[in-house]
Every structure is written in C-alpha cells, then in structure tokens.
C-alpha cells in the first residue's frame, strides 16, 4: 500500500509539481503578456497621444487656414461691393463732400449716405437706388435726417446733367426752411416750392404728369423711362423729385395719390423723399433710419449698422446749385449738326420733293421737314439771336448732304447787315464752295433792287420749266422728270433771311416783289421752286398779311422761341420754346400741326466747313455760285461783258458799258451810240470819283472795240479835282486829245464845225467833257456846245459828259423850256429822282434815293424804267 501511497503521493507531487509547473509557465506567459499589454498599452497611449498632438495641429492650421481664407474672403467681398458700389455710385453719386463736384451723367445712379458697418476694415458704401428706381422715406433723428435728405438731392442734382433733376419742395412746417440752402437753384426753376394747402394739387400734378408720360412718351413702347434711356441713349424728361417734409396728416384722397406715385411713378422718373410722416413698407421704397453714430439703419441691409456720411458743406452746395442754375439757364447744349447728316451722302431723289430732318424732337426721334407740291414754300420767323440763321444753315445742311446739286440748287440773299450767307461762296481764306449754291447775296440790304433781281430770275426759270412742261405735256416736276429724265430739273430753294426788308418802302420795288412772289408763290409749287423766307418779325410785315393768297401758298411755318404771329393766331406754342428750338407746322400754323424741334448747332464755321468740303470735293463742276456782294466795287476788268468787247471789221454801232447792273448775272449797264440824235450820254452829279469812274468805263469800254486808229478821244477836263483821273483816262486811250480851260475853244470850235458839216466823219469821234457846266468862253461855247449835242451823234460825233446837276445840263440845252432829247442816256449820281423828271418819259419821276457808288442809268431809247447801276471802280 505504502507503495501506492507513496505512489500516490508521488503521483500527486508530480500532479502538483506539473501543475506547479504549468502555473509557473501560465504565470510566465501571463506576466509576459501583461507586460506586453502594457507595452502596448504604452505604445497606444503614446500614439494616441502623438495624433492627437498632430491632430490638434492639423486643427490648428486648417483653422487658421479657414481663418485667412475667411478674411481673405471677406475682405474680397468687401472689396468687390465697395467696387461694385463705386460702380453703382460714380462721381456726384458717390464721392466723398471733400472731393465732390457735379459729374452729369444720362443715366441714373445709386445715391451714397453713408458706409456699411462690416466686421472688416474695408469701407463699403450705402448707396439708396433712388433716381429710376424708387423712393426714400427717412426716420428717425429728424436733424440727422435733414442732412440725408440734402445729400440726396446734392447728389442726384450732380450725376444729372443740368435742368435733368428737378426739385419740388413741400414743406409746410418750416415753409420751404428745410430746403433753403438749394435756393440757388429756384430762378432757374430747378427748384419750385408748393405752398402749406399746395400738397394735394401737387400729388395731383404728378399724377398727371406719370399719366402723360405712359402715354405720350413711353407710348406702350417702354415700360419705364429707364428701359427708353437704354435703348435709344436719350433721356426725354427730366426726373422730378418731390420732397416732402413733415407732412403730417393726409386727407384719404391724398393718401391714394400717394399710394399711387409710390407705385407708379419711379418708372416715370417721378420719386418722393419723405421726411416725418408714416409710410407703410412696400417695393422700391428705401426705409433710412436716421441717427447719430452706428445706430443708423437702411431697409435694404437688414439688421446691418449704417454709419451715415454728414451733410454735405454749404459751399459746396452753393457752388453746386449755382453752377447748374447757371447751366440751365444758359440752355441746353448744342446738339451736333452730323445728326442731321445721312449715312451715305448724295443718294435721294427730289422729284417728288425734298425731306431732310431739322433736328430731334423731345422724344430724341429725328423731325423730317418736307417741302414738295404740299407744303410748297416755307416762313421762318424768330426775334434776333433766336437762331433763325442757325436754322436755316442746319436745315441747308441736312438737305445739301441728302440731295446732289443735279436734284438741288440754292438761291440765297441775306438782307440782315452782315455777310453770313458769303460762306457758301469762295472766300479769300476759304476757297471752297457749296456746290448746290447758285447765288449768294450779302450785304443787299440798301440795295433791294438785287432781291427784285432774283425774283425776276426765279420767275423765268418758272417761265422756262412751265413752257417745257407744256411741251412734254405735264403739269409739274415730277411728271417732267419723268418724261426727260436727260433734261436738268433741280428743285429750286430759294432762301431770303430778313426778306421784310425787300417789302419795305411802299414803293415800286415793294409792288413789283410783292407782285413777283405771289406769282411765284402761286406758280412754283409745282415747278419744284420753293421760297423760304425768314424775318426777325412777321407780324408787322403789312405787304405780306395784305395779301392773303400770298401767306397762304407759305403753309410751312416756322417759329423760333418767341416768334409772334408766323403760327395760327392761338397758337401759343412758341412763346413757352426752350432756346434753340423751333416748332415746325405743316398745316399754317394750326395747333395740330405742331412739332417741337431742338435745331443742332450749324452755325459753327468749323462744323459747317467739314461738310462743304466734304461734299465740295465731289462737286459736279467747277462753277463757283455767283456772289453778290453790296459792299464790294465792282471791277470792269471782271465784267463778262467787257472782256467779250473786241475791235470788229465792221463796227454795228459802239457800245458803251457804265457800270454793273444789279441783276443775277452781273451784266454790265449798255448803251449803244448809234449814229442817230441824241445818242449822248451825261453823267450827272457831284460827286467826282464815281462820274469819273463812269466816264472812264465807257471810254474804255469803247476803245475795246476799235483798233487803235479806228475812233479819236478828246477829252476836255475843265474841273480840277478830275484832272487825275481824266489823265489817267488819257493816258489808256489812243491818239486821245487833251483840252482844258485854256484851249476848250479848239476842240469845241473844231466839233462843232465838223458836227455841222454835210459829210459824215470817217471815223468816231468821243468827246469826253469833264465838268461841262464850267464851260469857258460865254455863249459861244455854250452854242458850240449845244450844237455837238445835237446834230454830232449823226457824224458819229459823240459827247460823253459830265454835267454837276441836272438844272445845269438843262441850262446847257438852252434852259427850261429847251428839249431834252440830245440826251438820249444818263446817268445820275447824287441827284434826287424829282430833279431828274426834265429827262424821264411821261410825267413821273424815277423813285430812287441818291446813295454812295450806286447811280440811276436811264437810255431813252430801250427803257421803260431807271435802273440802278454800280459804277465799276476807277482803277479797273
Ligand atoms: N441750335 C443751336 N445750337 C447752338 N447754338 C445756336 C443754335 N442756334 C443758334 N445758336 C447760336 O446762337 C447765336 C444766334 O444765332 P443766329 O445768328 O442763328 O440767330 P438769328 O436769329 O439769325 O439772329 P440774328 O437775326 O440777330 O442774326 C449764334 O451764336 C449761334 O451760334
């Protein structure tokens, strides 16, 4: 047994020391793995806490990353905004008041108050979109409020152009107080005050005028006067701002009016500021709560702080309002003639007619005027300075670059003192002329013969263009055209500025115009010859309201600002014309007809000189238009009609030329010394230069005719103060003989006697007598003399005397009761129609009134009337 218990035991040792054994090795294993584990666990911790570390870094830096971008951003942002309120608010809208000045502009801005209060540095404007988009109502500190209210208006005054913001102030409480400081402004009515009971007629008004400007304006086309701007640049109204301080209570009607402007006006460009009256929220209107510091709000940026800018200094609200007051009253700007100009030059037919615009009607949209069968001829009338001459240039203008000269020509004749149709011909600093100028006239105002002359001319070319449309069987130019379309038919225009001057003097030339317009008035329409006739004042012009067909046939009228009587006698619409406006009707000046129109600046010779060269240098032909100037002396050597004067085989009969008519053609005054009695020419008058002048033009006109021995020259010259120039004269002729005082008896004896003998003369004989009411030599002279005068002419001996009074050549020819028929031509200088009478026809006397260098020429044998002449200077 022991055995076994000691086996047993041993069994049980060896059970223990196994199990002993495989504690300690499970005890091992464990402490190992525990050791492990909290190696582990060490590790973990120390990773753990690592990353965190890294982590929290990370964190940093992203944070701080998220941080910069933030500000970055933002300070983009604020950067844009601030950027996009410059944008918003240039100029007058947003500058700061240090800096500030009127910077007009045709479209509308958002209007700074003050800065938004962003949690960053960046300085971002509060701008009020007011102007063409709504209304501002201000709360709050009424002080703080008032300042607001007067940058507003400051700036919308400055980003309009001048007169473009107008200003009607309500103010019951303080009577206009709360605006006094844009005062400046009233005169020029910027600025219009509404009396403490005037609130409801107001609101009524701007109604009225919201309706009218949906209806007549924006005409269904544009839903806002915004939307107009931007399609066509033009700004046909002005905006209205109505600001009403302290209102208090409104009447209900007053409440509706209002509602009603707050909804309907902004597009109409009719805005309200308020100040101190309760207006419920609604859209477009700007809500500003004014206060001191950073308390200030604006609807528009919510919960935002607004610190708003002070109000702006008085100085520069003064300099400010004056200026513009200043600008409106000085009138709108010049449009530029180019407005009125085609795109391609020269490319209309005038058959039918010639349409051209005159200029812009409010609403910007270009006025065509037309003259044709209907209306034919055209009245302009405008008080002085009104720029009726302006109007005609434009008006020339826009029709000379629509129409080449083969579709139109001008006839133009100023009457006023001054030479301002003279551009259109060549000048000596300007050598370029307006193709379709046919004639020019200036300076015609004493010499209203010259504007019979053109009505002559206009009337036979009337003859002329009547006769051919007879031929081919029509009745007006268009159907000529058409039927010789080889033939030249421009249409017509003839121009007279101040023409009541050629209708002045009650006088033969009055009748006789007067007589030639109504016919060509009557007649012209349908030959495509048009008048257009302007004066300073139509309303006193009697030969023209004395003939009502006349005016009639003048259905175009046109009136410049404060034209009296050129419209229909209720007519009013000139007197309310802004400057540089003209209303153009078609119908006489009915009120239906009228049409405003705002004239571009023409007559600005730079403006004008672009075109005329340009069309200049695709003129047809190189005729320059005749120029008529009443200023200038002639020349003999210019005269067409002198320099076809050649010496002939056979000499007809000599002609002598005495000076240049006044007529479109510049002839030169005739008469023929045929050998026949009393073909003698007497020069009569005073004054010395200009009888020389005339006796040296016929002279040399004569000599141009013979060879040099064909005629003899004997001059006489018993007046000292012709001496120069009658040996001047001698001087220029050939084989000329000279006499005076001493030995006149040689040449007067010698005349005489050949003038009595029965054989003719071989050859002419011209005797020039200088002052031959100083004959010498008593009455044997004076015999001599009187029997060259009449039986002379028949031997070919002709006297070409000066006489220095028409008593005195009468005493020549024997006295009162003698004939006068040895003159059978004269020309009279400072001698008055009534003296003259002795040797005029019948028993009238010319009518004509002595002036410096013009004469009276009268040929017994070819006229039935005088006709004033212009000596040729005595140097030609
Ligand atoms: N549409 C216009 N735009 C700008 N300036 C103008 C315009 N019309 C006229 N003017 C200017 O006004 C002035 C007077 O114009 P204009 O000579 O045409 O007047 P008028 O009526 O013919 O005067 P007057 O009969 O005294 O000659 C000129 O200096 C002219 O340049």
Redesign the pocket.
Known sequence: MPDSTSQQVMDIRAGLSHALGAASTALDAARAGYTRAVDRLRRVTEAAEARRHKVAAARDTRLAEIDQQHKTDLAAYAEAAAAAADRAAPGAAGDPWDDWQPTPHDQAAELRIGRLLLPHPEDVPALVPLLDRGHVVVRGDRATGDEVVAGLLLRALGTAPPGGVQIIGYDPEHLGGGLARFAPLAPANVLTFVGPGGLGALLDDLTGQVRRINETVLAGEYSSLRELNLATHRRPEPWRIAVLLGVGELSRAEQAHLQRLLRTGAACGVHLVIQGMPVPAGEGIEFITAAPGDRARMSSAGSLPVRLDPGPPQPVVAAACRRIAEAVAA?P???ALDSLLPQVEWQETSATGLTAPL?DSPLGVPVPVTLSDYPPHALIA?????????????WMGALAARYSPAELAFYLLDF?E?V?FARFAPGRRDQTWLPHVRLVGVNVNTDREFGLALLRFLGEELRRRADAAKQHEVTNLAELRAEDPEGSWPRIVAVI??FQVLLSGRDAVEKEAVDLLEDLARRGRSQGIHLIL?S?DVSGIEALWGRPALVAQFSLRIA?PRARRVLAEQNTAAESLP???AVVNADSGAVEANRVV???????RERWNALQHRLWRRRPDDHPPRLFDGDVVPRLADSPDFRRLTPAEQMPAPVVLLGETIDVEARSARTVLRRAPGRNLAVLGTRTEEACAIIATAALSLAAQFPPEGARYSILCLDPDARPAAAALCAQLPECGWYEHDNADWVLEDAAAESEASWPADRPHFLLIYAADALPGGKSAADQLRTILRQGPERRIHVLGWWRGAALLRDALGGPASRTDPIGSWVALDVHGSELSPFYPGTTTPSWYPRPWRALHFDRSVHRGAEVIIPYGAGS
């Not at 405008?382 to 434009?394: C, H, M, Q, R």
């Not at 705002?598 to 600005?604: E, L, M, S, T, Y």
């Open positions: 009138g700007a010049p449009v200029g405008g008080p002085s300075g009104t720029g009726k001459t302006n109007l005609i240039y434009a006023k001054g301002s500025d101040e302007a300073q410049l400057r540089y406006h705002r004239v571009p600046a023409a007559g600005d």
